[in-house]
């Protein structure tokens, strides 16, 4: 039997530049392992959730950052805390409901108990058990409970927005969005009391890069997304920008809707389809909201963990889960707020089935990522070309172009040494 070749196992990356992107990127499983070392468990933010998801002191919600389970807590204080979801006794992940209210954890196996910060609070027969007389077993004199709670992670809030690190020495959340990114951050969060309009899960059978890529690459939504491309919403003539932090990582493409109709960029793009109508065209009934100014879609891309969309009125976050190298959850928290009418979030709400499993739009992109996988997995050897626009890397004002993927692989190889 053939070995597989060496090259495959201890990967280079062949290329000079980030714009040939070798698809062991996406393949290879101790290039993730290394990913979730140095993107998500140090020296990044990762998302965890929004404050309006636990409103009420002893609410709580468990999510992941990278693969590890962790629980975001609101405290009696009303402080928020992030601990990880593994007991310090013998290691069970305790907490398996998604959300909840309680005023402390108690691991099912032993019943060690926790505050809502981690501390742990409670230990049965921790000084033994009495029985004639005579004082057996419990834990040693030494044991002191404040070394044994669960792992702390650093919390950082900002405007509604819960972001957690396992790295305590992590720069601020803002030095780490860079000023550029941050406007656009604040752009939607800034500082109205959020709604929670629902949510939408589903696992796509890719790399968790790929959805990061889907979102740096304004090229694909006016080919693939018939509703896109025929309605108008983002086409390749749509005024547009994409910005980017000073290391790449970040990214937000920006972008305000044409008139629709025929034009050069439709004709001969098989997905306009010319002769389709809505039965309900409420779902393109959209009103321009003040706080947008001009653009009309701002997409973002939070290294690594992170999407915050806004699509006309639609607003979502969009949480990356990775599960191996080829599979990660995507959570979609689609929220409002607190000053919306009862029309706007009607129309919210309606316009969020663009997105998700099954959105308009998004579905398309969930399946190009699995087909994408399929083609890494059958020749790993191979590499991409992502040159439009050319091979550097920086901001630009059109969207003819995939600079952002570039960047964001100028970054990659950078952190990992490749
Ligand atoms: Fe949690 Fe024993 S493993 S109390
Ligand atoms: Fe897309």
Known sequence: M??????FRRPTWKDD?????PFWAYTDEDTYRRELERFFYAGHWCYVGLEAEIPNPGDFKRTVVG?????????ADGGIHVVENVCAHRGVRFCRERFGNRKDFTCPYHQWNYDLKGNLVGVPFRR????????????????DPKQHGLTQLKVAVRNGVIFASFDHDVPSLEAYLGPTILRYFDRVFDGRQLTILGYSRQRIPGNWKLMQENIKDPYHPGLLHTWF???GLWRADNRSELKMDEHFRHAAMISTRGTGGKGEVTSGVSSFKDQMHLHDDRFLDVVHEDWWGTPTAV????????IIQQQVNSVSTRHIQPNGHGSFDFVWTHFGFANDSEDMTRRRLRQANLFGPAGFVSADDGEVIEFSQEGFEQKPFHRTVAELGGREVGDTDHMVTETLIRGMYQYWRRVMEA
Request: no cysteine; charged share 20%; aromatic share 6%.
């Open 17 to 21: 530049g980030s714009s040939r992107i």
């Open 299 to 306: 997409m973002m891309t939070l290294f690594p963990s992170v």
């Open 128 to 143: 033994g058990v009495k029985l004639d007389g005579k004082v057996n077993g419990g834990m040693p004199a030494d044991f």
């Open 67 to 75: 693969e590890r389970s962790v629980i975001v807590t609101r405290a």
């Open 2 to 7: 053939n070995e597989a070749p060496i090259a």
């Open 229 to 231: 491309v025929t309605f």
